[in-house]
């Protein structure tokens, strides 16, 4: 095959190597067991930074951090739409913080915000696992959970 693609044809092995050469590229062997074997015209070096590069981008395959924020009176359906929003994102693959913040008075009783991160966690349980325990952080429970393995 030619730089471009295109097939030359059956050449001998002298005539492959001095196209290579004129074009000032690398002769390639693609298949050996074929009959006759298949090379490719190719510049190799670029060729191999493209692998590497590739390789590089699988590796680099980032897991965000997304933030969920509740509050500790949250209606039931509103608290409904949030699980749904954060079973969605587990199952992308996200690890999930469970932001649940007081106001006001409402810090006084932040027995109301572990029962609420331990009803989120009750409810995800089969899909995810706890990274960090409901620990408060000035007027804020924070939880990170992350998708279960699988």
């Known amino acids: 095959m ?10 001998n092995i002298r005539d492959a190597l001095s196209k290579a050469e004129e074009q000032g590229v690398d002769l390639v062997e693609v298949a050996a067991n074929a009959d006759p ?11 191999k930074y493209e692998l590497k590069k590739q390789q590089a981008a699988k590796k680099q395959k980032t897991l965000s951090l997304k933030e969920i924020k509740l509050r500790p009176n949250i209606g039931i359906h509103d608290l409904n739409v949030k699980l749904n929003h954060i079973r969605g994102f587990l ?15 409402e810090i ?18 089969e899909i995810c696992t ?9 007027k804020n429970l924070l939880m990170v959970l992350s998708p279960a393995k699988k």
Do not use: T, W
């Not at 074997?37 to 060729?47: A, E, N, Q, T």
């Not at 199952?91 to 008075?105: L, T």
């Not at 706890?130 to 000035?138: F, L, V």
């Open 2 to 11: 030619d730089v471009d693609g295109a097939p030359l044809g059956v050449l």
């Open 37 to 47: 074997p298949v090379c490719k015209l190719m510049d190799f070096g670029k060729y």
């Open 91 to 105: 199952e992308d693959g996200h690890k999930i913080r469970v932001r649940i913040f007081f106001r006001g008075r």
């Open 108 to 125: 006084v009783h932040p027995e109301l915000g572990r029962r609420l991160a331990n009803n989120v966690y009750e409810e995800l349980k």
């Open 130 to 138: 706890i990274d960090m325990e409901p620990k408060m952080e000035g």
